[in-house]
C-alpha cells in the first residue's frame, strides 16, 4: 500500500501518523521526494482501512498495491478453479476449460411444470437444472415461491433426469432444507448479506454468487473472499447485468467483466443473459456474445408454461428456442482455443 | 393498470391474454382505438407480475396508475407518520413536523469512547445515539464490530445519558439480542434481504430503513412495504447517496428523494450526510441543504478517538465540528414554515 | 401517443388539455373508463413535447406507441441500410450481412507511423483505415492532433494501401478539409452537438456517429435522425461503451445495444472494443463477443511506436495482436448465419 | 505525478520508461522500497497522458498530485472570482459572496410573453434574465427555438427591465449573434464541444459552462480550462443534475458538487433545480437546499403562458410560484455566514 502525503504536513503529523501505521503492523517505508512524501507500507496490509486512510486530512492519495483479496486471488492461485457436481454419467464440471449450460425455470411451480422442463432442456444439451423455489421479489405481493416444496420438486426432477440443480437461498436460517442441493444460488440482492455468506462458507456446497445490482467487480471477489475465508473454496462468480440509465434492457450486461474477472481470479465465472437483459430475442445473442468472450458457463431461463407459450415473451425462452440457443453456442466453443 | 397492445395483434391472441388477465381477478376494459387497442386493468392488480406482462410480445407498452404500495402510500394514510421512543424528558419523535439529529461514531469501540461520544453529542442537542456493533465490511478482513458487546456498550451510554440508541442488525438470527434497543437500523446492503424484512415486520420496534446502493425510491417503498404489510408501521426511511460514476465523493446525496418520497409516502425521511459523502468538511454544507430540502432528520457521524482526532480526517466530525453543524441546522429549523 | 389523466380532473380542465392538443394538429379519441381517463392522440404525434406534457399536473403517464424516429425507424425501412465506400478491389461495404473491420492508431503521428500501421492492418485484413486527425481531449494542454496535416498523411496512406478512411470531425467549420475524406466521426463528446449534425446531414459523406457517454439508444436514434432529416441518409451507428462506476475498464460495453438497435433501425452498427475497455488485452475478448452479438463492424486501434511496443500496452494492440483478433473474429463471422 | 511500477519488471523496462518520461521534460526520481518501486515524476506533468501511462503493462497505478487543472484551480488563484454584469443600478455581480438569481422561460416565445415574465421576475427579485433563443432539442422535430429573433427579443426585454440576460450558444459560427447578450451559456450537450470552448475564450463575456450529463467534476473543470487557457478567465460554472436510474427526477441534483468545487476552484457555483428535476413542485426544496449549500446563484424556469397556466405543470414556475421561492431562498441566504 502507498500513501502519499500532502504538501505542508508537518514532521509531527507524519510521526503520529507513521507511529499508528505501526501499531496495526505494517512496516512503514517513508520516500521524501523533492515535491511530495510517499510511505510504502509493508506487510499485511489487509487490515488497514483504506476508506479511513484516505480521508485523514494529511493525505492525498492511497494505493493499494496488492488486492485485498487472498484466497480468490489469481496471483496466489494461479490454476483454474474446476467446481464438480453429480455423480456418473451426470457429472459435470465448470472452470478450467469446462464450459456448462444451465437451464430451467423461472419459478418452479408445479411437479409437471419441472419435470417437462427438465427433460427438454436435458434432451436439447443442458447439463444442469436451475428453478427458483424462494424467490426474491420487489413487492411482498409478488408470489414467493412455492418454497421447501419447490425444493422438493427439484430433487424428484434430478432424480427423474439426473441433472445437478441449482437453486436461490435467501436466508441462512433456511439452510437445512438445502442439504441435498448440488449448488446453492446466492442472489444479486443478498450478494453483500455478509451474515449469509459467512454461513455459506462453512458449507461444503459450491455457490453460485451473483453480482449485486451496482457492485464493482472488487466488491463481488470480497463477497467471495467471504464464503472463501470460512473454509468453502467452491465459488462460481455469476455476471448478470448491473443497473444504468436505458431501459430498452432491464440491466447493462458486462461482459468485459468475464476476461476481467479471469485475470484477477482462479474462479469459474458464468453469465446470465436472461436477467441480464429480460427480453427473450436478445437471449441468443447474449449468450453467444458470453460464450465468445470467454465464459465458463451460462444460466439461461426456459419455461414450458402456456402464458407464455401463447404469447412467446417475456425472458424465458421456450424449450424449441433454447435448444437453437444451446446449438449455435456449441458452435462457438467449438471453435474457441 | 393499463396495457397498450401491439399493431397487428389478433381477435385470438388478445381474448387469450384477457382471459389469462381476469383469471388472475381483475377486470378488463377493451378500448379500440383507431391506432391501438388498450386494456384498462381494474380491480386488484398489485397481484399481476409487471414484468412478465410486460415482456409478452403482443404488448407495447404497461403502465400502473395506482402505484404499487399500499402500506407506504400516502394516498391511502394522507397524515404523517410520527415514530416516537425513548421515555419522559428524552422522549424524540420524528415526522410529522418534528425533526430530529441522531449522531454517535460509525462503530462502537469501548465504553470510554461510546459515553464520551454520547455526553457531548447530548450536549450539543442531539436527541438520538447512533452507534454500530455489527458492521458491514465489505472485506472479510476489516473489523466487524463489537457485536453482542457493542450492544451492551451502547445500553450503557443511554442509561447514562437518557438518549435514546439506533443500530444497525445484520441478521434475522441476531433479533433477541436487539430487544432493548429503540430503533433497529438496517443498512444499504440489506434493503433487499427480504427475509430479514420479513422478521422486521413482526416485531414491534421502529426500523430506520437505508436506501440501497442503488435502488430506485420505488424499490425503497416496496422494502418498507414488506415491513409494514407483517404488520409493523414504524418505518423511517433513510436517503444515504447512491453508487455514481464520479469519486469525490462516495456517493451522490438524492436530496431530491426528499421532497419526491414525501409526495409519495407518509413515512418520515431522514439523511446521512456522512456516509453519503465519506468527507468530513461536506457534512455540514449536506446537513444543511438536507435540512432546507424538507428532511424529518439527519443521521451524522461522531468521533472523539485519537486517530481522527490527530488528523482531523474521514468523514466523521469531531464534537466541536458536530455542535457546529447542530447549531447551523437548527438556525435553518427555525426559519421554516 | 397515450396520455392518462389523473383521477379526479375536471371536465373543463380535460376539455382545455384535448383542445390545445387538437392545435397542434393531431385527433384525440377520449376513452372514459371506470377508473381512468385515456387519450389516444392520432396523426403526427412527432411534434408533440412529450416532456412538456408529462410534466403537466393533470397528466398521470404519457407513452409514445410510435417511436419518434423515422427516418432511422426499422418500421418504414425494414430492409437493411448497406453503406459502400471505396473503389474497385478496395471497395468496402457495412451492413446487411457485410461485415467490416476498421483499423489504424489513434492520433495519426507521422507519414512514416500512418503508412506502417496502414500496411500492416491491410495485410491482416482490414477493410478500412481510422485515424485521429483532430483529436477531443479532455485536458487543453494535451496533445489536440496534427489536425489539416493528419488530414493529408490518412490521404497518403489511402493512395499507398487503397484502404477508405474515416476520421473524426469536431467543428463544422472544418468540413471544407474533409472533403476527401471517406467517412467522415463524429465522436461521443459530439453526439448531441446539433448544429454539426445538421451540418453533416447536408453533405453527402457517410457518418459514423459514436453513442455519446451516457446516451440512451433512443438519443443516438435521435442523432442519427438530426442528419438524416436534413437528407443524408448514410449513418453507421457505433457502440463504444457507456460511462459506469466501476473502473477496471473505462467504460461498460453494452453489446446488447447491438441486438436492441438492430430491432429498432435499419442502420448499420459497428462496435469500438478499445475504446469501450481501455485495456489491450481486453480487445480480443470484446471483438469477439461483440462479433458474435451480431454487429456489422469492428473499429480497433493499432499502433506501431515504440513507446507502446516497449510496454506492450494501453488500449492499442500491436499489428501482431491485430492480425490474431481480426482472425479469431473472422472464424466467428464464418460460422454465423 | 506518482507511478507505481508492477513486480517483476525489469531495470531495461524501467530504465526505457524513464528516458521517455525524460523525454517529455519531467524529472524522475525512482523510489526502490522493498515491495515495489516508486517513480516521482516532477515538473510540468499536465502534459504527461495519464491514460497512456496507466495503460502500460509495466505500470501498476498512476497517481497525479497536481490537479490537471491550472487557470480554475483554488491553489494557484485562492481568491473567489467574481464576475460582473450589467450597468448603473442593475449591475449584478456573482460569487465572492455575491448571490443571484437568474429567471426566465425556457424558450423565448414571443414579445409579449418575455416582456410579461421578464417584469414579474424582476419584480420578485430576480438579478438577472434567462431566455432560450437557440434550443437544443433531442429530436430534430422538436421546437429549435426563434434563434435571431429570440437574441432580438431578449435584448428588447433588457432594454425595458434592465435586467442582463443570459442565453444559450450552440454553435461558434452563431458567435456574432451574441455580441450584445451579457453571459453566453454553454448547455450540457456541448460540454466538451471543444472547438467551441476556445472560440469563447478569445471572447470577452462571461461564460455559465454547464455540467454535462455524465460528466465528473474534473471534466467540467478542463472543460472551463479550455475557455480560459485561451484567455477568457470570466467562466460560472453550473450545476444541472447527472444521468441517474431512477426516473422520478428528470436527473439527480447532485449539490455536493457545490462545497466540492468550492475547495477545488475559484470560479462561482450556480444550480439549476428545474433542469435537474423537471418538476415544478421539487424547484422549491430544491432551491432552498442549494443555497443552504453555499451556491453562490440559481437559474430557475418561470412561464405565464396560458397552456402551463392551464395546467400548473412541468418544470417552469409560475411568476407567483417564483416570488415565493424567491423570498424562502432570501430568508435562508439572510442567516448564512
Known sequence: ????????????????????????????????????TVLGLIGDTSKIDIDLLSGLDIISNVTRISEPFKSANRRFHPDDTVIEVGQGESKVKIGGGN??????????????????????????GA??????????????????????EGLHLLLEARKETGLPIVTEIMSASHLELFSEVDIIQVGARNMQNFEL???LGRCDKPILLKRGMSATLKELLMSAEYIMSEGNE??????????????????VLDLAAVPVLQGLTHLPIVVDPSHATGVS???????????????????IEVHNDPVHALCDGAQSLTPEQFAEVASRVNEIRSIMH
Chains 1, 2, 3, 4 share one sequence.
Open 234 to 251: 467452491q465459488v462460481i462468480l455469476c455476471e448478470r447485468g448491473i443497473r444504468s440509465y436505458d431501459n430498452y434492457t432491464r440491466n
Open 281 to 299: 430475442r436478445l437471449v441468443r445473442p447474449m449468450a453467444c456474445a458470453a460464450t465468445a468472450a470467454g465464459a465458463d458457463g451460462l444460466i
Open 197 to 199: 455468506l459467512k454461513e
Open 1 to 36: 500500500m502507498i500513501a502519499v502525503l500532502k504538501n505542508g504536513v508537518t514532521k509531527t503529523q507524519r510521526d503520529n501518523l507513521v507511529h499508528w501505521l505501526e501499531s496495526q503492523n505494517v512496516k512503514v517505508h517513508v520516500s521524501e521526494g523533492e515535491m511530495q
Open 99 to 124: 464450459f456448462c449450460i444451465i437451464a430451467g425455470p423461472c419459478s418452479v411451480e408445479s411437479e409437471e411444470q419441472i419435470l417437462a422442463v427438465a427433460r427438454s432442456v436435458k434432451a436439447s
Open 127 to 148: 447439463q444442469m437444472l436451475r428453478g427458483g423455489a424462494f424467490k426474491p421479489r420487489t413487492s411482498p405481493y409478488d408470489f414467493q415461491g412455492l418454497r421447501a
